[in-house]
């Protein structure tokens, strides 16, 4: 039995569904809340427990999720049972990579979705499994690749020795961990290093530009110095057009249904990566025309006259370009913009970045940290701090007089931003418009 301490984590589900569909018996356990990465293991009926010391039984190997520790009661009794073997998620996950030709994506933004873009592109092309970090594992036996979204958090990309590996960008983040950017890119070096064919990185990125790469690297962007470069780029409302020529020469023409440009940057990352493995242009052309996206990345509904967007971003340069793609795609409609901010120590950090993002929806609105936001010692910080640095930005509640304030605006765009569940607000305001 593989058991999983923490199955509903962004990782974990998705390595449990995995293992179950390799024909292992799979079971975990988590907090009792809903969270939108359990959708996955109902459907493939893996049982998930509340935390008992219980459920850990002799001849068990057990993963442990990276959000828990000795003070939760499985992982006691994992602990304290010499018939039960266990690995914590990223070294089990880097052991299981040795068995595939492994793509990491890395890179502070876009990795969900240039995860979920590859695997669209390749699960036609050969056997493939995948790890997507929005709830979404696939596990096919005898499979030649195997894409895993990398999160360069505490390190844990570390123990992974991709044979391909792409980083998006790197710009500082989980400033808890890493605490300046100095740090946070040699980690981004070291893992760099460890890959053993070759880096696929955004060639433009002024961070990316400072590490000392020893591995093979292909470089993609807008600049002449790139391997892989977007040349006579067109964005409009039906998309984004442009040439690809690499190494100097056209590789093919690619018209493609996204807006902005980091999804021309993700689309541009997995050109190279086909390129590598020796996909022709009119192939990747088709697949990523056909890409319809991932879990809580830029999620639509038009609903009448209004448009609702659900996605992830958590960093004010995720909020820019959520802004940026959707003024691309809807220009003649205003945009309510929602925020929730997830860990103080982010919020401390990037509270003035965070402001000037919301300044550019036309009704920005700010939601409280959620009572689980990770509390790091000496920051105090409140969303009113942030808040009250945007122009005209309004503070509400996640609850029904927060969704009647939004259910006032119509024929807009509603962007709900966070890594936290504000979709559910998405769905009063929804329901309250009905």
Same mark, same amino acid.
């Given at each position: ?25 799979? /079971? ?111 596990? +096919? ?80 962007? +807008? ?7 977007? !040349? ?28 902005? #440009?980091?999804? +021309?940057?993700?689309?541009? /990352? ?7 493995? #020796? ?14 996206? %991932? ?94 640095? /945007?122009?005209?930005? %309004? ?12 259910? !006032? ?5 509603? +962007? ?19």
């Amino acid at each position: 039995m593989d058991y999983f301490i923490g199955i509903k984590g962004s990782g974990m589900g998705p390595l449990a569904c995995i293992m179950h569909d390799l024909g292992h018996d799979v /079971a975990g356990s988590d907090i009792d809340k809903y969270i939108f990465t359990q959708d996955q293991l109902a459907l493939r009926n893996i049982p998930v427990y509340s935390f008992d010391k219980d459920n850990i039984k002799d001849g068990y190997h057990v993963i442990i999720g990276n959000a828990f520790d000795e003070s939760n009661v499985e992982v006691q009794a994992v602990m304290s049972n010499p018939n039960v073997t266990y690995d914590r998620y990223f070294t089990f996950l880097g052991k299981f990579m040795e068995n595939y030709q492994t793509i990491s994506v890395a890179g502070t933004h876009g990795k969900t979705t240039t995860t979920g873009m590859a695997y669209h592109v390749f699960k036609d092309f050969d056997k493939t499994s995948v790890l997507i970090g929005d709830g979404v594992g696939h596990g +096919l036996k005898n499979s030649k690749y195997f894409i895993v979204e990398s999160c360069e958090y505490q390190d844990h990309f570390l123990s992974y020795f991709p044979k391909y590996a792409i980083i998006n960008n790197i710009e500082l983040d989980h400033v808890d961990y890493f605490g300046n950017l100095e740090n946070y890119i040699k980690s981004f070096e070291k893992f760099a290093n460890q890959v053993k064919d070759t880096v696929i990185v955004w060639g433009d990125d002024k961070n990316i530009k400072k590490l000392n790469i020893t591995s093979h690297v292909l470089r993609f962007g +807008l600049e002449p110095h790139n391997d892989v470069v977007a !040349k006579n780029v067109i964005q409009s409302s039906d998309g984004i057009h442009f040439d690809v020529v690499i190494h100097g020469e056209l590789f093919g023409h690619f018209n493609l249904p996204f807006y902005g #440009n980091h999804m +021309l940057y993700n689309s541009l /990352a997995i050109i190279a990566l086909g390129y590598l493995e #020796n996909m022709d242009g009119a192939y990747l052309q088709d697949k990523l025309a056909t890409f319809k996206g %991932t879990k809580r990345r830029y999620s639509v509904q038009e609903i009448g006259d209004n448009v609702y967007v659900d996605d992830y971003a958590h960093h004010p340069t995720a909020i820019n370009f959520v802004i940026d793609a959707t003024r691309a795609r809807y220009p003649g409609k205003k945009i309510v913009g929602i925020f929730q901010p997830d860990r103080f120590s982010r919020g401390a950090e990037f509270k003035n970045e965070f402001a000037a993002a919301m300044e550019k929806c036309d009704y920005p609105y700010f939601v409280p940290f959620p009572d689980n936001a990770k509390k790091e010692e000496g920051i105090d910080i409140d969303i009113f701090d942030i808040a009250n640095l /945007a122009k005209n930005a %309004t503070v509400i509640e996640a609850d029904e007089t927060g969704a009647k304030e939004l259910a !006032k605006y119509e024929n807009v765009v509603f +962007l709900f931003m966070s890594s936290k569940d504000i979709y559910k607000l998405k769905d009063k305001v929804i329901e309250l418009k009905k």
